[in-house]
């Protein structure tokens, strides 16, 4: 394990920089990666990455992982050059300064680190209190307005400059597995099942897509899920691994890091679909974890489900420790698992099947 490396595909699409609604560098990876391997490739008006293999296929099967992440947004610049910003997905505000960003402009990366007011310079109160957006802003070294604005513009997007690392055997860190490692899985099941000497054997029609703004509220996903027009499709996320201190287990349920991939299920969930990544993940003799959901979850499956006339949907995913902060940690081998378990799930299915209940 101390040998262990991350897939080439994996590892630059965690390089590549994505706020929603800025994903082209994770679009140029899929492209570079999957499109080859593809019997039809797509974009769309959203930014979504369409990779069919199998096009006269039945039944229709969606794979759904989105490609965006966190970041920032440039709102203002301040007449001295320190600039402010909104925030793209949920961030936790207490974890925002003090760290190194990366602003990607029309001339290239800016780099600069987040700032506020230093805590010798804060009474006991100010010390108690999570810091406003106002609060913080971003520092590039410029000393005035005009400075900054001949180097960014208003509406650039920044992302920590956190980049991935192994820190033990297949366990690594990054600022956006959220979810690089669900535009990954969906393009490596496609990589794989077209390179499959069994091949012709595949009965479905696979269309796995790279997601635009889920972050921001599902968006690339609703839209394709209208156009893929699927009978079947599976979504995948990151999920909270609860095996860490501070977490109630009452509250939470129980996953852990490194324990497989996480099946969900709850009213998101068709059953039958549930039901047979119970039988892959059992058949491959992989470990595999459950949670349950009550309601539609927060992530691509949501809209997927609900798409045109419903489609029978799953939802896996890869357990995750620190979730929306500059250094998630997931296991590797995890998401591993989850592309056999897609492959064999596709391989699985037989025509005219379409999971209705």
């Not at 630059?12 to 999957?34: I, K, M, N, T």
């Not at 490739?41 to 199998?54: E, F, M, Q, V």
């Not at 990607?104 to 800016?110: C, L, M, S």
């Not at 990054?174 to 393009?187: C, M, Q, S």
């Amino acid at each position: 394990m101390s040998n262990y490396q991350a897939p080439a595909f994996l590892a630059e699409l965690l390089h590549a920089r994505s706020p929603s609604g800025y994903e082209a560098e994770a679009q140029a990876v899929f492209d570079r990666h999957v499109k080859p391997a593809a019997d039809a490739y797509a974009n769309d008006a959203l930014g979504n990455r369409l990779a069919t293999l199998n096009p006269s296929g039945d039944p229709v099967l969606m794979l759904a992982g989105h490609m965006d992440e966190l970041g920032l947004i440039i709102t203002y610049v301040n007449k001295d050059g320190f600039i402010y910003f909104d925030t793209i997905g949920g961030h936790d505000l207490s974890i925002i300064s003090g760290r190194r960003v990366i602003i990607q402009t029309a001339q290239g990366p800016v780099k600069g680190v987040t700032g506020k007011r230093a805590i010798h310079l804060m009474d006991e109160e100010d010390r108690k209190k999570v810091p406003k957006k106002h609060e913080i802003w971003i520092d590039i070294g410029a000393n005035s307005k005009k400075a900054a604005l001949e180097r960014i513009a208003i509406g650039d997007v920044a992302t920590y400059d956190h980049e991935l690392e192994l820190i033990h055997g297949s366990i690594g860190t990054a600022r956006a597995f959220d979810n690089k490692v669900g535009a990954y899985i969906v393009g490596e099941t496609l990589i794989r099942l077209s390179r499959d000497k069994d091949r012709k054997k595949l009965a479905a029609k696979l269309v796995s897509v790279a997601t635009s703004q889920e972050e921001i509220g599902v968006r690339g996903a609703t839209t394709a899920a209208y156009a893929v027009n699927p009978h079947i499709a599976l979504a995948v996320d990151v999920g909270h691994a609860t095996d860490h201190p501070d977490c109630d287990n009452r509250k939470f349920g129980e996953t852990k890091l490194g324990g497989g991939p996480i099946l969900c299920r709850g009213a998101n969930i068709n059953p039958k679909i549930f039901d047979r990544l119970l039988k892959a993940a059992k058949k491959l003799k992989i470990p595999y974890q459950i949670e349950a959901d009550p309601r539609p979850t927060g992530t691509d499956a949501r809209a997927i489900q609900m798409g045109r006339g419903g489609v029978a949907t799953g939802l896996v995913s890869i357990p995750l420790r620190y979730m929306h902060t500059p250094s998630e940690v997931v296991d590797l081998e995890d998401v591993e698992r989850c592309v056999k378990l897609f492959v064999e799930f596709a391989k699985g299915l037989e025509k005219g099947d379409y999971a209705h209940w």
